[in-house]
């Protein structure tokens, strides 16, 4: 399938003034010169204006070509939440390459998978953070590496900055990440003109104007610190972007205090944490006005507690790296932005929901249904590989359960693919079991979700020994580890039984293994 929007389609969209013909590139110098000396993003060690961000990204940009990056070339890039990251990617989509996103937690399995499925030509990451050489990870995986905390790159960014012609906007710009339902992450191809467009919809709906300020408490990578509104829709709103080294509470809350934070985004687990630590801080939040919660469904009795704990007003986002972003408005009754996840932030958002074993079938109005979506910001197939996640005429399959209301806001009631969102980071439960199946102990595996009240699910796996052979618990996670995956995908619970319990067709039966794992929970 092709990863283009039909000719109809795109000029539908040109002509409404979604797509504008703009790249990121050209998007940072009209930002440079209309907001020159108001600060555009704040690291630990860096606090950059426009102007400054735009020229580390002209040089950065040179620096790149220089050292042999073509237009159209794909780069890794494997950043924490520095403000190099920012100039970073923009040197890259000035010099016409295109950021392939890792996160900071992915190992040697997940960047091998990302430089061979993009045919990337190098991996841009940093030394030493948080205790792993990610340098080191990187030249595993890849010949052409650069950190930018090391001489190399210091030199690169140093390069004067030349006129480079500006890449098409109707052209991929970066390759985002999939959740990774059936396995190791899809690569997502996303264009300046599409991507744009939700970034400025996006800052729009969230109210963001040049005295906002955004906290990125999220690995800055991640679709939603990004662009929902994100860094990205901070800078375009001619916001402060504040870049958060952890997410913890008491980091945020010195962020929130010391650059008078007005909006930020977390997911429930985090939005819980923060909730109960509010009660007992020193720190001054009153700046804040808004707390995004999303990346997962921030249940109803966690809702009632953000706006009363952090002193700011709730807004539910639920959105997806392919593309559907939904929010709650900031004007919305009560009961919409605590009962609900959103509903789409454009009038061409195209929405069904159908029966579940059958996407030509839609439901009737409020029954739970599977999300189908297409629209100018949504993509068409992916970069590597289509896996039957789109309709004949386009509609991307998103795996989401939901319940429609009258107002189009979309309640979020579960997934129908095989997949575990474990605080917002999305675990492929066949990856997990491939790696167990790995052990030379283990003859059968079976990853299951399992509700958790802090990080939403919990993943449990399920073996069957070899016969004769009697793996611990601890082990097997061990064995996981050591195979060089995030820390994510660790399982968090194992249980080791003597057979599975199967369907009527001999499948393993994952509704039963999940009810048992319930009845114990409830037991004990």
Not at 157 to 170: K, S
Not at 222 to 233: E, I, K
Not at 300 to 325: N, T, Y
Request: proline letters at 7%; one cysteine or more.
């Amino acid at each position: 399938m092709s990863t283009t929007w039909p000719t109809e389609f795109a000029a539908r969209y040109r002509a409404a003034g979604y797509w504008r013909g703009q790249t990121f590139g050209a998007l940072l110098t009209a930002l440079g010169a209309a907001h020159a000396g108001r600060t555009a993003v704040v690291g630990d060690d860096a606090r950059w204006t426009y102007a400054e961000l735009d020229d580390r990204a002209h040089r950065v940009a040179a620096g790149l070509r220089d050292w042999g990056i073509r237009p159209g070339d794909r780069v890794v890039v494997q950043l924490p939440n520095v403000a190099e990251f920012v100039a970073a990617v923009f040197g890259l989509w000035r010099a016409g390459a295109l950021p392939v996103f890792a996160l900071p937690a992915h190992r040697e399995t997940e960047l091998r998978h990302f430089v061979t499925q993009s045919g990337a030509a190098a991996i841009l990451t940093v030394g030493v953070y948080e205790r792993h050489d990610h340098a080191a990870t990187a030249r595993a995986v890849a010949d052409r590496v650069l950190a930018v905390d090391g001489a190399e790159y210091a030199d690169l960014a140093a390069t004067a900055p030349r006129g480079l012609p500006d890449p098409d906007p109707a052209g991929v710009a970066f390759l985002q990440l999939s959740g990774g339902s059936t396995g190791l992450p899809k690569l997502i191809p996303r264009t300046h003109d599409d991507y744009l467009y939700s970034v400025r919809e996006s800052a729009r709906i969230c109210g963001l104007r040049p005295q906002s300020v955004y906290l990125a408490a999220l690995p800055v990578a991640h679709n939603y610190p990004l662009s929902s509104p994100g860094v990205l829709g901070a800078l375009h709103a001619g916001a402060k972007a504040v870049l958060a080294p952890r997410p913890d509470a008491d980091t945020a809350f010195r962020l929130i205090e010391a650059e008078r934070v007005t909006i930020t985004g977390v997911v429930p687990p985090l939005a819980a944490a923060w909730a109960q630590a509010a009660a007992r801080t020193r720190r001054d939040l009153s700046s804040l006005e808004t707390l995004q919660v999303g990346g997962a469904k921030c249940g109803r009795e966690l809702a009632e507690r953000i706006g009363p704990a952090l002193g700011c007003q709730l807004q539910q986002v639920f959105g997806m790296a392919e593309g559907l972003v939904c929010y709650t408005r900031l004007d919305d009754p009560a009961a919409l932005v605590l009962g609900t996840q959103g509903r789409p932030i454009s009038p061409d958002d195209e929405i069904r929901v159908t029966d579940p074993d059958d996407p030509a079938v839609e439901v009737a109005p409020g029954e739970v249904g599977a999300l189908l979506t297409r629209g100018p910001y949504t993509i068409r197939g992916y970069w590597d590989r289509d896996a039957e996640a789109f309709t004949p005429d386009g509609f991307y399959r998103t795996g989401d359960l939901v319940r429609r209301l009258p107002s189009g806001h979309l309640e979020v009631v579960g997934r129908a693919k095989e997949q575990i969102n474990r605080g917002g980071e999305k675990v492929a439960a066949a990856e997990v079991e491939n790696h167990l199946m790995a052990h030379p102990d283990v003859l059968d595996a079976a990853v299951v979700g399992v509700p958790d009240e802090y990080l939403g699910e919990r993943t449990c796996a399920y073996v069957v020994p070899v016969a004769g052979a009697a793996p611990s618990g601890a082990d097997l996670r061990r064995f996981v580890r050591r195979r060089g995956v995030a820390a994510f995908t660790v399982p968090d619970l194992v249980r080791v039984v003597p057979e599975f319990p199967v369907t009527g067709v001999g499948k393993t039966s994952k509704r039963e293994l999940r009810a048992a794992l319930t009845a114990h929970a409830t037991k004990g």
